[in-house]
């Protein structure tokens, strides 16, 4: 049984059509990179992994069984923006999530809780290279340390999928190289499931094991928002590719099989 699967997967918002017949099966382990213009409906997608989105129609299955219409400990996230609590330390806020998972009312743990919740914390701190920086405020971090921060946050109740929305985005490319070190690490090590949004074709080459294209196959100018983004390519990607000559390829081909403009654009 795959891990996760969707038939004739669809989200609507009233008439507004954002993504229509999504067909996939993603097992274990697989690394997903997501392109495709803006706006196509990529981060809703992730939201509908996340729960925080239903769906219109079709199914989505995890494990075989509808996926919860609601945030759990098996699904982390991170996004470009640092979400990370400015108020708290690097400790305190990779602490956040055990609390409200264990004191649901107060978000706040006391004794043996507690001590396992530093010493959780203070692993997943450690994973991400942080362990320096424990009683820091996110203000005193830099980018690339933040966006450290966010994913021991994501980690921290060892999630099976991780759920990646441009997380590098907004990071110098030396440190956009640290980071894609360090997300390649944790996937092996943790067995990870990732689906990861990118704007930069050569990252989603370099660390997908697996591309998805969404674009939109139908239009009609009298009513733009009638039809919906589905998935147009899903290629599976080799760990020993050039990933520079493939991604300049794979966009070349994006042109001549007259894939949207404003897509291959985006993808450039």
């Known amino acids: ?5 969707a038939k004739r997967l669809e989200k609507h918002y009233g008439h507004h059509i954002v993504l229509e017949n999504l067909n996939f099966s993603v097992e274990q382990g697989e690394f997903v ?3 495709g213009a803006s706006g196509c409906g990529k981060t809703t997608f992730l939201k509908m992994l996340l729960g925080t989105q239903a769906i219109s129609k079709g199914t989505l299955l995890l494990d075989g069984q509808p996926i919860p219409n609601e945030p759990g400990p098996d699904r982390g996230v991170v996004f470009q923006k640092y979400s990370v609590f400015p108020h708290l330390t690097v400790l305190g806020n990779v602490m956040m999530a055990d609390e409200l998972h264990s004191a649901k009312l107060l978000g706040k743990t006391f004794g043996a809780t507690r001590r396992r919740a530093i010493e959780n914390a203070n692993a997943r701190i450690d994973e991400v290279g942080l362990g320096h920086a424990l009683h820091k405020y996110p203000h005193e971090l830099s980018g690339g340390m933040q966006q450290r921060l966010a ?7 060892r999630p099976r999928i991780l759920l990646l929305d441009e997380p590098f985005g907004a990071l110098d490319p030396g440190i956009r190289q640290d980071m894609h070190a360090l997300i390649t690490r944790l996937w092996q090590e943790q067995q990870l499931t990732i689906f990861m949004i990118t704007h930069d074709l050569k990252e989603a080459f370099a660390l997908g094991t697996r591309l998805w294209v969404f674009d939109k196959t139908r239009h009609d100018p009298q009513a733009p928002n009638a039809y919906g983004a589905t998935i147009t390519y899903d290629l ?8 520079a000559l ?3 390829a794979f ?3 994006l042109a ?3 894939v949207a403009t404003h897509t291959q654009e985006t993808l450039l």
Do not use: Y
């Not at 049984?1 to 699967?5: A, G």
């Not at 994913?151 to 109740?157: S, Y």
């Open 1 to 5: 049984m795959s891990l996760l699967s």
């Open 33 to 35: 990179t997501l392109v």
């Open 151 to 157: 994913i021991a946050q994501a980690l921290m109740m």
């Open 236 to 243: 599976p990607l080799g760990q020993h590719t050039d990933e």
């Open 246 to 248: 493939s991604a300049q």
């Open 251 to 253: 966009s070349q081909q």
């Open 256 to 258: 001549e099989r007259g």
